[in-house]
């Protein structure tokens, strides 16, 4: 079956760096895809990986290991407004997003 | 970058009514739209696949005859939730696909949230 898995909930401090792991199942695999949700709102994007590696996008990076079914999402210099779920979605060989339940990131001061 | 604008963002409708959420991609053409449902503290729900010019693809489990999905151009797609009852108070989102482009990535609308009273 089709599966993603993520942490429910991450807290971090402001100024810092907080990494959120997501480990992945798809049938086939066009991609990984981060998204950003601030409550009641919709999901924002944020990155999208389909070859190994880094990508670095200002204080957001991401990085994919299709070997091992597994990305991450790097924030750095956190600030208070980064405070939001992010959710880790792959595209399956049919270019449909499977997601995962989100991790609540929160930000203390 | 695209623009995917959904509206209304807030309704609030009676028992028994039907309501329609309309979502435009603005600088785009997008020959696939994707309707989604979200529950408090749940991940996003794909509801329904909705292709320009044919019928959607509805997932497992969501009634066609309840959620009425209309794509007749490459900008719009349109939800009707007909008959709403309380149980359909939910947040839509729709995302659009930019036609010719291989990435994949999806544009989100600012989402609907639908209140049955």
């Known amino acids: 079956g089709q599966n993603i898995d993520q942490p429910t909930e991450m807290t971090a401090t402001e100024g810092a760096i907080v990494q959120i792991n997501c480990t992945y199942q798809t049938s086939g695999f066009n991609g990984l895809f981060w998204y950003q949700q601030h409550a009641g709102e919709a999901p924002t994007f944020l990155s999208y990986?389909?070859l190994d590696g880094l990508e670095e996008k200002g204080r957001f990076s991401s990085f994919l290991s299709r070997s091992k079914g597994y990305s991450y999402l790097l924030l750095k210099e956190l600030q208070m407004k980064d405070s939001a779920s992010y959710l880790c979605a792959g595209m399956d060989s049919n270019y449909q997003l499977i997601w995962g339940a989100g991790t609540k990131l929160i930000i203390k001061p | 970058g695209a623009v995917v604008s959904q509206h209304p963002s807030r309704v609030i409708c009676k028992s028994g009514t039907s309501v329609k959420i309309e979502c435009r991609s603005l600088?785009?053409?997008?020959?696939?739209m994707f309707w989604y449902r979200q529950f408090p503290k749940q991940s996003l729900m794909l509801m329904a696949t909705?292709?320009?010019?044919?019928?959607?693809?509805?997932e497992q489990g969501v009634e066609k005859d309840k959620f009425l999905i209309n794509h007749a151009s490459l900008t719009l797609s349109t939800l009707t939730v007909t008959s709403a009852h309380p149980e359909d108070s939910s947040f839509y989102i729709c995302?659009?696909?930019?036609?010719?482009?291989?990435?994949?990535?999806?544009?989100f609308g600012e989402g609907s949230r639908l209140t049955v009273l």
């Open positions: 600088d785009f053409q997008a020959t696939t």
């Open positions: 909705s292709n320009e010019g044919s019928k959607a693809t509805y």
């Open positions: 995302s659009a696909r930019e036609a010719g482009v291989d990435t994949g990535e999806l544009f």
């Open positions: 990986n389909v």
